[in-house]
């Protein structure tokens, strides 16, 4: 913190100071000359009885009576009435400061009235630890009624419940009583009588808790206010100001026994220790307040002379709270008395150095420091209780304190704009400097920018040629497969279930690179695309991908669906066939001779009825895993000692655990030692209808498809989905078919009931339908023609035999499977030679001239190109050769024909080197 200096010389500050301070010695000598004069003692005649019928409210009984000092503490009622040593009251002798005797008053009060009067007895101040009143009849020597008050009674205990110790007295007329009075107590002992009519004493109680909690209230606000203050701007002057006048308030409070009201009326020891504790505490906060905010940390006499005065506080706060309350309390007030006068002092040389600071915070200490010494003077029974019992007094100090929190607050706030703006100045003048030096930076960056730019463009451009080239090369031998896996399913041969497994697998490998080339790209090739996917079509793939796997080590495979699964359920078909792929492999590895099962089963939800979880679990009965290596096999590039002779890098478990994870999943592994593995995961689905499909497109490419002819056949079609229903309509058509279509069974029932309809060839019923369903329809027809052949579409499994289907075919249809069964069906010739290819000696005409054939260089690129399997490159090549050369234009066809049928081997004919 930085101290402003002060612009009067030294010279100048000495005047006012001295007169300062002698003008606070001329104010202590009054004082104690005032203090020596009040306690003098004085005799006086014994005091006649009070009367309460016409005494003033409130009443001061500094002079009315009697006092005994019990230094033993150990006299009762009756024994100290008739000891030795009773003296009559002067106003010195009620405030004789910490002692460790019992004092006793005695006084009689009479009632001459005529009518019974009450008043209430006050005792002194708040920090009576022990007071108990005795009421002596006339000319008794026992006491009649005995209550006791102070802070180590319950406050519902006391007579009147008031933080000071009160006693009601009441006379019936002409009655006449004499009342003892005992205090004792390890606070300053400090007895202030009065007499009060009970309603002056609660308005009075009143006005004092209002002014009180008014004064109280102000300093919280500053406080608060400071506090938020230190907070924000991090500054620890206003913290500590806060803490200080906290804590200020906490003393003040139990001082005046608010504490002991209010928050702890049970009273107990802490309520006799409070106004001590929070004292010292404050005595501390505010050594350190000043020693921060006046810059007396500077000065090494001073930095060290608070920093002892800062560890003497902490020091008391532990005596006064845990040692002997009367000697701590006693060495606080002593210790504090010093601090007063080194706080002064050290304010005014802090002033002499040009401290502007210094000089406020000692202008507003000044009226505080004032009213501190009067207080201990009270304390230590120098001067009488009766000076601070009127209210005025009694928070003279927080009054003080108020006034120089407002002043010290104000000051701070200035100081600390005045160094915001310097601040403010500094920065704005380094930032006009750094901004001509960015200036010239910003310049030679740009052109630095300007360059890497330019070599970014090229490095993009670059990955582009890569990912094109890459892509290129990555596609084109799975265009080959996928058409000869066509060519081999749509042939008609004993191996065509081969083919659709070829193409499938091939369909997944491709999607599988198009995710790579869309990431190495910069797109997110690992987002979920959720679809309607028909359940048991896609079971029936992975049961037939599970088949070719377990066949690897001669391993039996079973599917075993447990529960009723929905026909179609919404998931990303492609992310779950890559789970299942990767578990299946996993088994097939390390399974030999053995079983591998593929199990499914779903539960429903409980909350939503549109959600089931399905449970895919795979198990084999292979080399299993330890228990120890449980934890690591979902851990990514984990390899056990069982896995090392086995091919792969261990990502398999790992990236089966992420997209499980990512679908919202479970997965579980179970596994035994030389008994078997089984991965389960559980994932949960959204029952899905046949109206969420999108349009059906082909499921094959058509150029695949084997050739037939269904000209002069009639078709009844029975479909409830639109879509399905029109693909199926325009498919059948194309190949000559005359169908006629059926919104539902019902439909197709009742038109069987029509005498006049003519007898269809084959009826094509989808298997679920409302009202009447695929086995009704079937049931129908063979009621009114036996032999006419009935073919189920179905999204589940079906038994054929015994239930009126001749076949039954699974969504979504495989357009390959769809005419190979009607074919069968309808014994339908399909010339599968011409399925995908065509005669070179028949193409080899365009229209009605010659073949023309290219020059033996471009024959030998497109031969090249076959022997690479390079289909969509050869396609490419034929177009552009026509685009170029119009003449070959017969030729190109021909050889963009060949190449959607996957026919190299004609390719290679036809591209064949002219005879020399």
């Known amino acids: 913190m930085r101290v402003a200096p002060s612009d009067t010389p030294a010279h100048g500050l000495r005047r006012p100071l001295v007169v300062w301070l002698a003008l606070t010695l001329v104010v202590l000598t009054l004082l104690l000359r005032g203090v020596v004069a009040l306690a003098a003692p004085t005799t006086h005649a014994v005091a006649p009885a009070i009367d309460l019928a016409n005494a003033p409210s409130p009443l001061t009984l500094d002079k009315q009576l009697r006092l005994l000092e019990d230094p033993s503490g150990r006299l009762d009622a009756t024994q100290a009435l008739a000891a030795p040593g009773w003296r009559d009251v002067v106003p010195g002798m009620l405030n004789p400061g910490y002692s460790r005797s019992a004092f006793w008053l005695q006084g009689s009060v009479a009632n001459p009235g005529t009518q019974s009067v009450t008043r209430w007895l006050s005792i002194g101040i708040v920090r009576l630890e022990d007071v108990r009143f005795y009421s002596m009849p006339v000319g008794s020597t026992q006491p009649s009624v005995t209550w006791r008050a102070g802070h ?497 890098v261990g990502l398999g478990l790992a990236i089966v655990q992420q997209w499980v994870e990512r679908m919202d999943g479970t997965i579980s592994l179970d596994s035994t030692p030389d008994v078997g593995t089984r991965v389960a995961f559980t994932l949960p689905l959204r029952v899905a209808r046949e109206a969420d499909l999108v349009p059906q497109t082909l499921a094959g490419t058509t150029h695949a498809l084997p050739p037939l002819d269904g000209s002069g056949h009639h078709l009844w079609l029975a479909e409830d989905s639109p879509e399905i229903r029109q693909f199926l309509h325009d498919e059948l058509a194309s190949l000559g078919f005359t169908v006629r279509t059926f919104s539902d069974g019902v439909a197709l029932i009742a038109a069987l009931g029509n005498a006049s309809e003519t007898r269809p060839d084959l009826v094509l019923t989808d298997h679920m339908m409302p009202n009447a369903d695929g086995l009704a329809v079937a049931r129908a027809t063979r009621r009114r023609w036996p032999d006419v052949p009935v073919l189920a579409i179905s999204a589940s499994p079906q038994v054929v035999a015994g239930t009126g289907y001749d076949a039954c075919l699974l969504k979504p249809i495989e357009l390959a499977d769809l005419r190979n069964t009607l074919a069968r069906l309808l014994d339908l010739h399909r010339d599968d030679a011409m399925a995908g290819r065509t005669v070179p000696g028949d193409a080899g005409r365009s229209g009605d001239g010659p073949l023309v054939r290219p020059s033996r260089d471009h024959l030998l690129e497109a031969r090249q190109l076959i022997a690479l399997g390079a289909i969509t490159d050869l396609m490419d090549w034929a177009r552009e050769l026509s685009d170029q050369a119009p003449q070959f234009d017969g030729f190109a066809r021909q050889v963009h024909q060949l190449a959607q049928c996957g026919d190299l081997a004609g390719l290679a004919e036809l591209c064949a080197a002219p005879p020399a």
Not at 241 to 265: C, E, K
Request: net charge positive.
């Open 152 to 648: 180590t009674v319950p406050l519902d205990r006391h007579p009147i419940v008031s933080e000071t110790s009160v006693f009601p007295i009441t006379l019936a007329p002409g009655e006449r009583l004499t009342f003892l009075v005992r205090v004792q107590t390890r606070s300053s002992v400090s007895i202030v009588p009065q007499l009060w009519r009970p309603d002056d004493f609660r308005i009075a109680e009143s006005r004092n808790a209002m002014i009180a909690m008014l004064l109280a209230g102000s300093m919280i606000s500053i406080a608060l206010y400071a506090f938020v203050l230190g907070i924000a701007r991090r500054d620890k002057v206003f913290v500590l100001l806060a803490l200080t006048t906290v804590t200020q308030v906490a003393q003040d409070m139990a001082f005046q026994g608010f504490l002991y009201r209010y928050l702890l009326p049970q009273g107990g020891e802490f309520i006799v220790r409070a106004p001590s504790f929070f004292s010292t505490l404050t005595a501390g906060f505010f050594s350190a307040m000043v020693l921060s905010f006046t810059g007396l940390h500077r000065v090494t006499l001073w930095r060290w002379t608070y920093r002892v005065m800062i560890g003497l506080m902490a020091c008391m706060t532990l005596w006064v709270a845990f040692g002997d309350h009367r000697a701590a309390a006693f060495t606080h007030l002593q210790l504090l008395s010093v601090f007063n006068l080194l706080w002064v002092v050290s304010l005014a040389d802090g002033w002499r150095r040009g401290s502007a600071n210094a000089r406020l915070c000692l202008l507003s200490f000044s009226p505080g420091c004032a009213v501190l010494f009067w207080r201990l003077a009270i304390i230590k029974g120098l001067l009488p209780e009766d000076w601070l019992a009127n209210t005025a007094m009694a928070w003279s100090t927080n009054i003080a304190v108020l006034l120089m929190l407002t002043i010290i607050v104000a000051g701070r706030s200035r100081e600390l704009v005045r160094e915001q703006r310097a601040a403010q100045r500094e920065v704005l003048e380094t930032r006009r400097e750094e901004q001509a030096r960015l200036a010239n930076a910003v310049d030679a960056r740009t052109r630095e920018l300007q360059a890497a730019l330019i070599a970014a463009d090229e490095a993009n451009s670059a990955k582009n040629d890569f990912l094109a080239r890459i892509s290129h090369d990555l596609r084109t031998p799975l265009t080959s497969i996928i058409g000869f896996a066509d060519l081999v399913q749509s042939g008609g041969r004993e191996d065509a279930d081969r083919g659709r497994i070829i193409r499938r697998s091939a369909h997944h490998m491709l999607a599988m690179v198009n995710d790579l080339i869309e990431y190495a790209g910069g797109g997110a090739a690992d987002a979920l695309h959720v679809a309607p996917v028909y359940t048991h079509a896609f079971i029936d793939g992975m049961a037939h991908e599970g088949m070719s796997l377990a066949r690897k080590h001669d391993n039996a495979f079973l599917l075993d669906v447990r529960a009723p699964l929905p026909p179609l359920l919404t998931f990303d078909a492609k992310r779950v066939r890559q789970v299942l792929g990767n578990l299946l492999d996993n088994a097939a590895k390390y399974t030999a001779n053995g079983t591998i099962t593929l199990s499914l089963s779903a539960m429903p939800d409980k909350t939503r009825a549109d959600i089931v979880h399905v449970r895919f679990s795979v198990e084999d009965s292979g080399c299993g895993i330890a228990k120890d290596d449980l934890a690591r096999v979902f851990e990514p590039f984990a390899r056990l000692d069982r896995a090392r002779r086995v091919p792969g």
